[in-house]
């Protein structure tokens, strides 16, 4: 799986940093960074705890706003002022919290916020819920990405811990344009879940997704991710391919050796 190929040949990146630096008053979290991500591409960010990861990806899915530095997407220069702005801009980002309703199943999960409604010369109050159509996008989504769900109509807090994530990462592929953002996604899920998530994300990239992986487990990288990037103290020291022989080199760049 390791190092497929971008599935299109464009002349820019999807998502393009071009010396990107945030302050919190005398630290410094990032310190002019620059990295390219493409459409059907994993890539992999690493990096100790403190190394920027985090503001990096606030940064993309604007929580934070960086301090100097410009942001491309699609190849067009933007500004992202709020999370609301990145999703709008076709950004997704999927947090270790997942931001799930444990009372409501996938669909209404997924259209959560961006419910359809119809008609449209109707005020919103009035319109009338677009159920099956929300359905039918949800299940055909869901079997695009070979989710396997104990049934489609149960509520999310009666699934595994793999299944919610999946629906989380389904539901962030469903409204990406541009770029979607996994923060440790396999973090406390087991053996047989960690499978089904991986899975996941490597259907994500055959799709032609456009992926962000930040994770400490350098078993996953090498096995899914294209690219590993590698940051410390708020700066990018390393961009390679992740394979085993440069395992060693990798885990030097993470600590500094």
Not at 207 to 227: F, G, K, M
Request: proline share 5%.
């Amino acid at each position: 799986m390791n190092g497929a190929p971008a599935n299109r040949e464009l002349p820019y990146p999807e998502l393009a940093l071009r010396r990107l630096s945030k302050r919190f008053g005398a630290i410094v979290a990032l310190d002019d960074v620059t990295l390219d991500v493409n459409r059907g591409e994993v890539l992999a960010l690493l990096g100790d705890n403190g190394a920027g990861k985090s503001t990096l990806i606030n940064c993309i899915s604007g929580v934070h706003q960086p301090d100097s530095g410009t942001i491309e997407l699609g190849g067009k220069l933007v500004e992202i002022r709020s999370p609301a702005e990145a999703r709008k801009l076709g950004i997704e980002t999927v947090y270790q919290d997942l931001a799930l309703f444990d009372n409501l199943g996938p669909s209404a999960n997924f259209y959560a916020g961006r419910e359809l409604a119809g008609p449209g010369w109707l005020p919103r109050g009035l319109q009338i819920l677009r159920s099956r159509e929300m359905n039918e996008i949800t299940h055909s989504l869901l079997d695009r990405l070979r989710v396997t769900l104990p049934s489609y109509d149960a509520v999310i807090g009666l699934m595994s811990g793999g299944q919610r994530q999946a629906i989380a990462v389904a539901r962030a592929t469903a409204f990406a344009t541009h770029v979607v953002v996994l923060d440790e996604p396999t973090a406390a899920l087991g053996v047989r879940e960690t499978r089904q998530v991986l899975d996941l994300i490597v259907e994500m990239r055959n799709q032609d997704s456009a992926v962000i992986l930040v994770t400490h487990n350098l078993d996953h990288v090498i096995e899914i991710a294209d690219r590993a990037v590698v940051m410390r103290r708020g700066r990018k020291v390393g961009d390679t391919r992740p394979v085993p022989e440069n395992r060693q080199q990798i885990v030097s760049m993470i600590v500094g050796a």
